[in-house]
């Protein structure tokens, strides 16, 4: 046997539905959040955890509506035997792709300000989208310092995050004796970059790398002469 659900539970959409309302009203001409709280019988602390988590809610509950949706127009789709339509398409696929990247970026400005490319594709969005208006009134964008600082913060990070994925995939091979002369070349890379997992294995196995090298001038010999062959072939064949 089910129990019941506590009174605060069975309210939640009650209390979400007036924090909605009081979010759209100017603040000039709307209550506390304390004096909300005792018009509709429940604790600010409460009330204000259910504000908090708002956005996340809306979103949620959007997403899920927007998935409903396109369960449905594939299913209608399908039972017709027929491909969607052009509407259906945005309905089922572009729409619930945009609240996505919406969302993504909403994350974002929890976390800081955004980036100009961010700004102005919420003002784009914000034509059609009530969610990324919201987002928009909410943020601002970077100034160029801040962006550039950022932009060099992600390149770092990629590296070091292709630096150890790259390691960890070359390993096995390395014990095995069997590296392609381009994972070498590319921990040379990277231990120039000062990733000491790379230089680790370079400095470990000097034969490995003295290999590589010989295989690198090989191939890369091959595919001059290749090269040189294929245009001797086309030289012979205009001259004809």
Not at 177 to 190: A, I, M, N, S, T
Not at 194 to 211: F, T
């Amino acid at each position: 046997m089910r129990g019941r659900k506590p009174k605060y539970e069975s309210r939640a959409t009650e209390f979400r539905r007036r924090l909605i309302v009081w979010k759209q009203t100017p603040k000039s001409m709307r209550p506390s959040l304390r004096a909300l709280a005792r018009e509709i019988g429940t604790s600010h602390q409460l009330l204000k955890h259910y504000l908090d988590g708002l956005e996340e809610w809306q979103y949620e509950e959007r997403h899920r509506r927007e998935e409903k949706q396109a369960e449905e127009i594939r299913a209608r789709a399908k039972a017709e035997n027929r491909p969607m339509t052009m509407r259906e398409c945005v309905a089922a696929i572009l729409t619930p792709a945009l609240l996505d990247m919406i969302e993504s970026i909403r994350r974002d400005a929890k976390r800081g300000p955004l980036k100009s490319h961010q700004i102005e594709e919420l003002k784009l969005f914000a034509k059609q989208f009530p969610e990324a208006q919201q987002v928009l009134a909410n943020s601002r964008a970077m100034t160029k310092q801040e962006e550039k600082e950022a932009c060099a913060s992600e390149r770092a990070a990629a590296l070091t995050s292709a630096a150890l994925e790259t390691v960890e995939r070359i390993k096995p091979d390395v014990e095995r004796g069997q590296v392609d002369w381009r994972d070498v070349e590319r921990l040379k890379y990277f231990a120039s970059k000062g990733y000491s997992g790379a230089k680790e294995i370079l400095e470990k196995h000097p034969q490995m790398v003295r290999n590589a090298t010989l295989e690198k001038t090989i191939e890369v010999s091959q595919l001059k002469i290749a090269a040189a062959s294929r245009m001797l072939q086309q030289n012979s064949v205009d001259a004809s």
